[in-house]
């Protein structure tokens, strides 16, 4: 998981509340991507960005909005958790190339 | 849409048996992903296929693009218990190659 770090590792909310998870790379790449992952769902992308300045939706984008801050940073928030919202979250990137994707270590979320 | 199936979805084995799973479509693919997550971790990448009928290893691991360009194999020999986690298949959507479909993973459990 070198080059992408993720913050937080792990987060537990209420419904309702708001929180942004923020994703930062150092590998230079253009395409950055949000996915989550629940138990025998496999990985389903929420948002993706291919390049600074572009977002678009992925298969499951309702309840969450992104930021493409700069070419480094990827934010993922939600403005109003609900329960259906616990999963495990991961950011990747890719050179957009080969279309090989290098995934963060993951955000455990809770909402109660 | 597109969709990858794979199989078995799990597998417990012992240590140092071979393992075989397998990731098919009812669709072309031209690129043909495989990904392994280690427990509490986001997935790495292991092997990518870029041709039909290509046979690539990484160590213990072998990967074939299938000819029909509709299946892919990988292969584990001789399993050791750090082989235990998730392997999954991707490969590039049809309608944008920025994204990726993934299979549901196929979870191998080793017994030492």
């Known amino acids: 998981n070198a080059g992408v770090t993720q913050t937080p590792k792990f987060q537990v909310l209420k419904t309702g509340q708001s929180m942004t998870l923020q994703c930062a790379q150092d590998?230079?790449?253009?395409?950055m991507y949000w996915y989550r992952q629940d138990p025998g769902m496999g990985l389903r992308l929420i948002y993706y960005?291919?390049?600074?300045?572009?977002?678009d939706k992925g298969e499951v984008p309702n309840g969450y909005n992104v930021s493409r801050l700069n070419k480094r940073e990827f934010s993922l928030r939600l403005e109003s958790a609900a329960p259906s919202q616990t999963s495990v979250y991961f950011c990747a990137i890719s050179s957009g190339g080969p279309l090989t994707q290098y995934f963060g270590p993951g955000t455990r979320l809770l909402v109660l | 849409g597109q969709q990858l199936n794979q199989s078995p979805q799990s597998m417990f084995i012992q240590e140092g048996e071979d393992v075989s799973m397998n990731c098919t479509s009812s669709s072309i693919f031209n690129t043909w992903l495989w990904y392994k997550q280690d427990p509490g971790e986001g997935p790495v990448l292991l092997i990518a296929?870029?041709?039909a009928g290509e046979l690539t290893s990484n160590g213990r691991l072998t990967a074939q693009f299938g000819i029909t360009r509709k299946d892919s194999f990988l292969n584990i020999s001789a399993s050791i218990p750090s082989d235990v986690g998730i392997y999954f298949c991707?490969?590039?959507?049809?309608?944008?190659?920025?994204?990726?479909?993934w299979g549901l993973g196929t979870s191998l459990a080793v017994n030492p």
């Open positions: 991707a490969g590039p959507s049809a309608g944008n190659n920025r994204k990726l479909i």
């Open positions: 590998m230079n790449h253009n395409s």
């Open positions: 960005s291919a390049s600074e300045g572009t977002t």
């Open positions: 296929l870029y041709k």
